[in-house]
DNA sequence: TTGAAAGCGCTAACAG
DNA sequence: CTGTTAGCGCTTTCAA
């Protein structure tokens, strides 16, 4: 049943190395010959098997792409452009989805394995040094994304920028007592938006408390949940309702946290903005739905261009580690009051 | 730098065999042979070769997922599924994401590679009858999730039944003049839940006339987008303002169709539900927000089954196609006027 | 119990 | 231009 090139080779008459020629376009071919061998090719229905050619050229034509299922909406977007990328570029994609930290090595161990893929995409994950020793061992081409490492291409968000940009878009509205609903510091993401919040402040001269900054009580998700949000919001009440210098204004971490934060504050009775400004970090696509202001950060050409820093290093293995960063945009909608034309009804 | 099982036999001092027979735990190897060989293998640090090991034991621990990306949440929950489940089974899973015709075919193609992977999952995509030969003779497994074929293993949602419990609820809320916004009927669901609109009226004795079934104008994911709704909502708008019998109730084909409706409705100044009373089709996670009366989809346990129908066909090839359904369940939220406690804010 | 050797299906270098 | 041959790294007989 499976048709192999010694089939096609005894079929057309001819040895099994004018076969692979013609099968692989080489150039030194005579005319009739590839002909005759192409028509018993079709006829014969042949298709070259995957594993053989890779053990043979040492290629895969495979990646694999790491990504933890932190919030949906922004990782699949992530995800639809490196899916998009690859298609582009002819390469299959092994997706691995990382739940929990276990799960990370055994994904990266997977990635490592010899002749699985020719590069691997990490999002969001820490890389141990263990492993990173591993890629540089095997060379195993290997791009981060949304995290760093010196020895590697990488591809960031000026998150603590972003952060400072939205610190500041709070503080030009007059906010003056701010707090900031922060993701769990284990996260680099979450730790360089405390960075620029507190730059924003330190610039402005102002000062806050350090309870302040609310912490997620649980680790789940790096705090980037909504729950994470409603819990913060708890916390965070008591510094609004205060009479002596109320907070005013919150950044919150991301988006999804965010949406926690709104829906808690409906049920106490908190209105946003008046009562509290709210700017986020992601503009996943529900923020648009509860009328967010955030930071935007270009979610699907992060994914795309970290298929194309691999597809530059099959080209040229050697050369230094790329950075690339994206400057996240501010978005303004409803949550932070800027824009008050109509009273912000929570959906 | 590449450790083979060759320099694992030349240091242990023992034969190629031995090696392999070790790492496969093989019973006939001697206890001390065995450490020996194994404490070698830790030493060089010793990876098997990918590739290599599938090509001589023809397996590749590889599934390949085709996807089209019809609306985000819908096949990202079902993602989930899929990947938790490979993941657990220990296997690889290659995407395919479809976003034209064109693509499905070429994934196809690349899913039948000989060698490439151990079997295929389709998801909402017609699968074409050459493919469907070629799968069966290359004996290749393959489910079908939301699609059906008598040759192959399937999974898929009653979308007739789901339909007529849609309307069938509409009309229990004594509605009888309705329409239906639809997919495109290229699209296998879609004309199912065509059929269980029609089925639903004709066991009610309701008569609607054709143009009550509203098409999308564009085949751009075979109408299953918000722009589709907003416009399908424009067809439908002179027939709710109409004096003599005006429409009062629609089924939607989709959430996300039905979020482009519950838009345009706002825009047109047309209540919902007071003036137009909707019921949709997924529970997609925006159905919450927009607060949608919906058919509720298991999306991400139909990804996990389609993974476990697959492991099934690797222990027993043979046995006939299975076929799975699952009943979609109704969600009442307020689109549909049933719950009619406060009145219903559009987000 | 173990080593040698024959594939698995293909590519690429090497003679002709 | 073409056929032959030697790998790619592993699994699995088959003798020993």
Redesign the pocket.
């Given at each position: 049943m499976?048709?192999?090139?010694?089939?096609?080779?005894r079929e057309a008459?001819?040895?099994?190395?004018?076969?692979?020629?013609c099968?692989?376009n080489?150039?030194?071919?005579?005319?009739?010959?590839?002909a005759r061998v192409l028509s018993v090719v079709r006829r014969l229905n042949?298709?070259?098997?995957a594993?053989?050619?890779r053990?043979?050229?040492?290629k895969t034509n495979t990646v694999a792409a790491i990504i933890p299922y932190f919030t949906s909406s922004f990782f699949f977007q992530v995800l639809q452009g490196v899916q998009d990328r690859a298609a582009e570029a002819g390469l299959d994609l092994i997706l691995y989805g990382v739940n929990d930290p276990a799960q990370k090595e055994l994904c990266l161990r997977k990635s490592l394995q010899?002749?699985k893929v020719d590069g691997v995409m990490l999002f969001s994950l820490k890389l141990p040094v263990a492993y990173a020793e591993r890629f540089q061992q095997m060379g195993l081409p290997l791009v981060l994304v949304d995290t760093f490492d010196a020895a590697f291409d990488s591809i960031y968000v000026e998150n603590r920028e972003g952060a400072q940009a939205a610190t500041g878009h709070l503080l030009s509205l007059g906010h003056r007592s701010l707090a900031m609903i922060s993701a769990h510091p284990d996260s680099d993401p979450a730790r360089d938006r405390i960075d620029g919040f507190r730059d924003a402040l330190a610039a402005a001269s102002v000062e806050i408390s350090a309870d302040q900054i609310i912490l997620p009580g649980s680790h789940r998700l790096d705090g980037f949940s909504r729950e994470a949000g409603r819990e913060a919001f708890q916390a965070l009440l008591p510094m609004v309702r205060r009479s002596e210098d109320p907070v005013t204004a919150a950044f919150v971490a991301s988006d999804v946290q965010a949406i926690g934060v709104v829906e808690a504050a409906r049920d106490y009775g908190v209105s946003i903005p008046d009562d509290l400004a709210v700017v986020s970090f992601d503009d996943i696509e529900l923020a648009q739905h509860y009328r967010l202001t955030t930071m935007r950060q270009p979610m699907y050409e992060m994914g795309a261009l970290a298929i194309e820093r691999l597809v530059q290093r099959f080209g040229n293995p050697c050369c230094e580690a790329s950075v690339t960063s994206f400057r996240p945009q501010l978005v303004i909608r409803d949550s932070c009051g800027a824009a008050r034309k109509e009273p912000y009804a929570t959906p």
């Open positions: 499976r048709v192999t090139i010694y089939d096609l080779a008459g001819v040895g099994i190395g004018t076969v692979s020629r099968l692989n080489h150039p030194n071919v005579s005319a009739p010959t590839r042949y298709q070259p098997h594993y053989a050619q053990l043979a050229n040492r010899r002749g």
